[in-house]
């Protein structure tokens, strides 16, 4: 059983598009969101707990941790390389035929000096289903960014990469993946903390999730 975790809230969600831009941490509801998340699967017996290597995604994934588990930084997890629109302000990038046309069709229209969408949908998918069949029947938790967990859920589901602006995943929320035979399969998608119930999805629990 897989746990993709989005980061929780920062200052640049709904302003500008961070990408890998360094230094950018949670804020203060951020760290509320993450605490949050943190008292919920309290109880729930992770066996590892995976993270981007970018700050907030740590930042999230050490609330999720506690006391007691440790985070392994996997760099296949990372935020997607956004190029020369790092650090743009949304308003500014609205306006730009580029970042309307990548929206409009992910799957074909590169980033300025960035990835390609395909290519971070790969190696993301890639690097969970290494972690799948690196923890066999063990619960895992990953702390990634929303594209690239929307690229993961895209696959799983079959959904096209153009597609992928059809659902959300909100900071701090939780998706589930679950095993079909030897596939992935959803069970739960953009689950908020305090309204997540574990049990609903096989996940053992050792007491009743905390909430607030």
């Not at 975790?5 to 969101?33: E, F, M, P, S």
């Not at 229209?109 to 923890?135: K, S, Y």
Request: proline fraction near 5%.
């Amino acid at each position: 059983m897989l746990l993709l975790i989005r980061h929780a809230l920062v200052d640049a969600c709904g302003r500008y598009l961070a990408g890998r831009q360094r230094g950018i941490h949670l804020n203060a509801g951020g760290r509320l969101q993450a605490a949050q998340l943190g008292r919920c699967l309290a109880t729930i017996p992770l066996r590892a707990i995976y993270s981007s290597p970018m700050e907030r995604a740590i930042e999230t994934a050490l609330a999720v941790a506690g006391n007691g588990r440790s985070v392994t930084v996997a760099p296949d997890l990372n935020e997607i390389d956004f190029g020369q629109w790092t650090g743009v302000a949304f308003e500014e990038l609205d306006a730009r035929p580029e970042w309307r046309a990548f929206n409009a069709s992910r799957s074909s229209t590169p980033i300025p000096g960035g990835e390609r969408m395909a290519n971070v949908q790969a190696r993301a998918f890639r690097c969970v289903m290494d972690l799948h069949r690196h923890h066999p029947g063990e619960v895992i938790a990953i702390v990634s960014h929303g594209d690239v967990l929307r690229s993961i859920v895209a696959r799983v589901i079959g959904t096209p990469l153009d597609k992928i602006g059809s659902f959300e995943i909100d900071p701090a929320s939780i998706s589930v993946l679950g095993s079909a035979g030897n596939r992935l399969c959803l069970n739960l998608l953009n689950g908020g903390a305090l309204d997540f119930e574990p049990e609903r999805y096989g996940i053992p629990m050792e007491a009743t999730c905390v909430r607030q």
